[in-house]
């Protein structure tokens, strides 16, 4: 940031404020905090007859990989309608969300994903503008080494080891 979003000040700082704990952007002209905080990533891992969705990117970053349909969240929506949306425009497919799968934190990127588990309604799925592919996996057929995002994965093999123990759960991760 270079200027100041409030006044357009060029006077930036970084220092503690009164109060708070963690250095911050400060504005030297009218004294406005600007905080930066984590984005979240809504998304859902949508299960039709024991397979997964899963959709290849058709945009950076990481096209041409495979990943769980998510996406940052709008202002205004909803996790729930958020991660319903990114898998409409990921996959054309409607899902009735069942429950929170993941939270996955990115330090690095500031990202926080939350992952949902949902029934793929009717079977039903297509391309959206977002994938070059949409397919439904086994877990025996997912191409693991080809899988967008660590998140994904980890979303990926949690579902497929609380499938084996018949019990699901929320699972923490983070990198």
Same mark, same amino acid.
């Given at each position: 940031m270079n200027y100041c979003s409030n006044c357009?000040?060029?006077d930036l700082r970084t220092e503690v404020p009164a109060g708070d704990t963690r250095p911050r952007l400060v504005c030297?002209?009218?004294?406005?905090?600007?905080?930066?905080?984590?984005?979240?990533?809504?998304?859902?891992?949508?299960?039709?007859?024991?397979k997964v969705l899963l959709c290849r990117r058709a945009i950076e970053p990481r096209a041409g990989l495979w990943n769980v349909p998510?996406? #940052?969240? *709008?202002?205004g929506e909803t996790v729930e %309608?958020? !991660?319903?949306?990114?898998?409409?425009?990921?996959?054309?497919?409607?899902?009735?969300?069942?429950?929170?799968?993941?939270?996955?934190t990115?330090?690095?990127?500031?990202?926080?994903?939350?992952?949902?588990?949902?029934?793929?309604?009717g079977g039903k799925f297509g391309v959206g503008e977002e994938s070059t592919e949409s397919?439904? #996996?086994? *877990?025996?057929?997912?191409?693991?080494? %080809?899988? !967008?995002f660590e998140s994904s994965r980890f979303a990926l093999e949690r579902y497929f080891e609380d499938r084996k123990?018949?019990?699901?759960k929320l699972h923490f991760g983070s990198h």
């Open positions: 357009a000040s060029p030297g002209n009218c004294n406005e905090i600007h905080y930066r905080n984590p984005k979240i990533v809504a998304g859902c891992l949508p299960i039709w007859e024991g998510a996406g #940052f969240l *709008e202002l %309608e958020g !991660a319903m949306r990114e898998v409409w425009e990921e996959a054309e497919a409607r899902v009735h969300i069942h429950a929170l799968q993941t939270v996955f990115f330090t690095k990127y500031w990202h926080v994903y939350l992952q949902f588990v949902g029934e793929l309604v397919r439904l #996996f086994s *877990e025996e057929e997912i191409p693991w080494d %080809e899988i !967008a123990n018949g019990v699901f």
